[in-house]
């Protein structure tokens, strides 16, 4: 049973059909995820009961079984983070970049909001885009280094702990800023509500925004909830082994 005192994180992470809810309110499960849940619903305004009665419903649906990532190697959690959602991060930026871009050159005049997200957008891009290679080329390799030690029985030296959790406290701050951003994109697009005028590119630039927000929050949920505290607590067994 779902409480307020919970952190947002661990429902999520026990009960992965809480996230729709989640996403229905608002209320952030990645970057946000070491709220309690009575916290992360008074900052959206919305009521505790009413969200708890919400997420109670959504765990009595019947659900196709996911896969639970807690479960699996980390090795095999990375090159799933890599394959769906680095993937698709790294296109979308690409286009979202260019709808950014015609939709501020063509209304820019008009909407004033535009060319500030045009502006958020670029900063945005370019944090996830350092981010994606850090983890690709450094950090994920290290975590699959963990493992490999673990299976052969090796103790980790007494000094790779600020090697290992340096790093990764320094990509859950990424996630927070890149989080900010994206927040502050959704207020000045009024949660990615078009005018009633707005041309069909205009409308698309803001839906994808809208999708992209929802792919980030679960790729960060993979990482932030599951991936890295699994990483650290692995690292530690190692180092006192």
Request: glycine share 4%.
């Amino acid at each position: 049973m779902t409480t307020a005192t919970q952190t947002v994180g661990e429902i999520a992470l026990e009960q992965p059909m809480s996230i729709p809810v989640f996403e229905r309110y608002g209320i952030e499960y990645c970057c946000g995820g070491r709220m309690p849940l009575a916290e992360a619903c008074e900052l959206k305004e919305v009521a505790v009961e009413k969200v708890v009665a919400a997420l109670e419903a959504a765990s009595r649906k019947p659900v196709t079984q996911a896969r639970d990532w807690s479960k699996e190697t980390l090795a095999d959690l990375t090159d799933h983070i890599v394959a769906r959602h680095h993937s698709y991060c790294k296109s979308e930026l690409v286009l979202l970049s260019g709808l950014a871009t015609k939709v501020t050159k063509r209304h820019g005049g008009t909407n004033p909001e535009l060319p500030i997200i045009h502006a958020k957008f670029a900063q945005l891009a370019a944090k996830l885009t350092e981010h994606l290679a850090n983890e690709e080329v450094f950090a994920f390799p290290m975590i699959a280094k963990l493992e490999r030690d673990q299976a052969k029985d090796c103790a980790t030296p007494r000094e790779s702990h600020a090697i290992v959790n340096e790093p990764l406290a320094l990509l859950m701050q990424d996630h927070d800023e890149a989080g900010a951003l994206l927040a502050e994109i959704r207020s000045l697009s009024r949660n990615f509500t078009p005018p009633g005028y707005a041309c069909a590119t205009y409308r698309a630039f803001y839906e994808e925004l809208k999708e992209f927000e929802q792919d980030l929050h679960q790729h960060v949920h993979l990482e932030n909830n599951i991936l890295f505290p699994r990483a650290m607590k692995l690292e530690a067994t190692l180092r006192t082994s």
